[in-house]
């Protein structure tokens, strides 16, 4: 079973950067679907985006196309989701799932799958 810690979040004025870092323990993430969702204050969750690196596949909501990128790193067993001019909407609790259906990442994540505790990403001038 893998677990998973998000980190990197924090304060940032608009048009500024931000990386999170997802970190797992207990299974290789390679093995898994990615996916990172964010859930604003008031809001539903939203997918952010999902990867899998056995499916040679990325998807990414359109919200934030063009400026997020997401990343793995095998020795580190970890994902990473670059932000780049990230604009005032973009606040957010970020969480980092992982499962192994392609599908229920596209649906939205899923209770099966494993989830991290969140990191906050703020972005206020």
């Known amino acids: 079973e893998v677990h998973l810690v998000e980190s990197g979040g924090g304060l940032v004025q608009p048009g500024g950067s931000l990386r999170l870092s997802c970190v797992a323990s207990?299974?290789?993430?390679?093995?898994?679907?990615i996916g990172w969702f964010r859930q604003a204050p008031g809001g539903a969750r939203e997918r952010v985006s999902c990867s899998s690196t056995g499916h040679h596949s990325i998807n990414y909501a359109d919200s934030v196309k063009g400026r997020f990128t997401v990343s793995s790193d095998k020795e580190n067993n970890a994902a990473y989701l670059q932000m780049n001019n990230l604009k005032p909407e973009d606040t957010a609790v970020y969480y980092c799932w992982a499962d192994f259906l392609w599908g229920n990442c596209l649906a939205g994540g899923s209770t099966t799958g494993a989830w991290g505790k969140g990191t906050r990403v703020t972005v206020s001038s």
């Open positions: 207990g299974d290789i993430l390679d093995d898994y679907v």
